[in-house]
C-alpha cells in the first residue's frame, strides 16, 4: 500500500497539470477571441473616425471657397481689386484661418486615433497558467522525493 502512494501522487499530480495546461489553452483561445473582436472593433471606431475626418474636411474646405468666394464677389462690386492690397490680406487671412482649423482637426483626429489603440501591457493570463501548472508540478516532484 505504501507503494501505491507516490504513484497515486503522481498520477493526480497529472491529472491537476494536465488540467491546469487545458484550461490555459481554454483561456488562451478565449483571450485570442477577444483579442480579434477588440482589433475588429478599433478598425471600425478607426474607420468611421477617418470618414467622419473626410467629412469634417470636405465641410472646410467648402466653407472657406464659398466664404471667399463671397468676400471676393462683395470686394469686386466695391470696385476694389479682391487680389491687392488689404482686400488680397483678407482672403490671405481667410485661407490662414481655415489652414489653422484644419491643422486643429488633424491634431484631435491623431489623438483620437491613438487613444483607440490597446495596450502592449494588457495580460492574456497565459503565465499564471504556466506558473500554477509548475507549481503542481513542482509538488508532485516533492511528494515523490519525501
Partial sequence: ?????????????????YGTVRQGQAQAAQAKAQQ????????????????????????RQDRLER???????????????????SAGAITAGL????????????????ARMAAGRSSLLNTDGSLTTWLRAGNSFGGAIRSLLD
Avoid at 67 to 85: E, H, I, M, W, Y
Wanted: glycine residues 6%.
Fill in 1 to 17: 500500500m505504501a507503494q501505491l502512494a507516490p504513484i497515486a501522487t503522481l498520477v493526480g499530480t497529472g491529472a491537476s497539470l
Fill in 36 to 59: 480579434q473582436q477588440e482589433a475588429a472593433n478599433l478598425a471600425a471606431r478607426q474607420q468611421q473616425l477617418a470618414a467622419a475626418q473626410d467629412s469634417e474636411a470636405r465641410s
Fill in 95 to 110: 485661407e490662414q484661418d481655415a489652414a489653422e482649423a484644419a491643422a486643429d482637426s488633424n491634431d484631435a483626429f491623431a
Fill in 67 to 85: 466664404t471667399v468666394a463671397s468676400t471676393r464677389a462683395r470686394l469686386a462690386a466695391s470696385g476694389v481689386n479682391p487680389d491687392q492690397g
